[in-house]
C-alpha cells in the first residue's frame, strides 16, 4: 500500500464515519449540537479540495471531548492518520502499534509488497 493508497483508505475511512455518524443524528433536530457536528464532518468530507489535515483536528476533538460515548466509533486508524492533537486520544502503547504498521507499510510499499494493515495491525495486537 503505497501512500496514495493509504490517503484513499484513510478519506473512505471518514466518510464512511462521516455517512454513519449522518444516520446516526438524522432524528435529531436541526439544531441539534451532535447533528450539526455530523454534517460538518460530512461536508468536510464532501468538499473537493478540504485541507483535511487542519480542518478534521477540530471535528475530532469535538467528538472525543463533548460526545465522549461516540468516540469508540470513530475509527482509530484515523487518529494516527490525523496526528497532532488526535493522539492525546490515543494511549502510547497503541500509538507505538501505529508506528510500527506506519514503518511497515512504507517498507512494504518500497519492496512492491501487497500491505494489509488490517492483518498487520491484529497481528502487532496479537488479536490473530
Not at 33 to 47: E, K
Not at 56 to 79: K, M, N, Q, S
Not at 82 to 99: K, R, T
Not at 104 to 123: C, S, T
Amino acid at each position: 500500500m503505497n501512500d496514495e493508497q493509504y490517503l484513499s483508505h484513510c478519506q473512505a475511512l471518514l466518510a464512511g464515519f462521516a455517512r454513519t455518524l449522518a444516520q446516526r443524528t438524522d432524528a435529531l433536530p436541526p439544531d441539534d449540537t451532535l447533528r450539526t457536528l455530523a454534517a460538518d464532518f460530512q461536508r468536510l468530507v464532501g468538499a473537493p479540495g478540504a485541507d483535511l489535515y487542519h480542518q478534521v483536528g477540530p471535528l475530532i476533538e469535538r467528538l472525543f471531548t463533548t460526545y465522549p460515548d461516540f468516540a469508540p466509533t470513530f475509527p482509530r486508524e484515523l487518529l494516527w492518520f490525523f496526528g497532532g492533537d488526535c493522539l492525546h486520544f490515543m494511549p502510547d502503547e497503541e500509538i507505538a502499534v501505529y508506528q510500527q504498521l506506519d514503518e511497515q507499510r512504507i517498507e512494504a510499499a518500497r519492496r512492491g509488497e501487497i500491505f494489509d494493515p488490517a492483518a498487520v495491525r491484529a497481528k502487532l495486537l496479537k488479536l490473530q
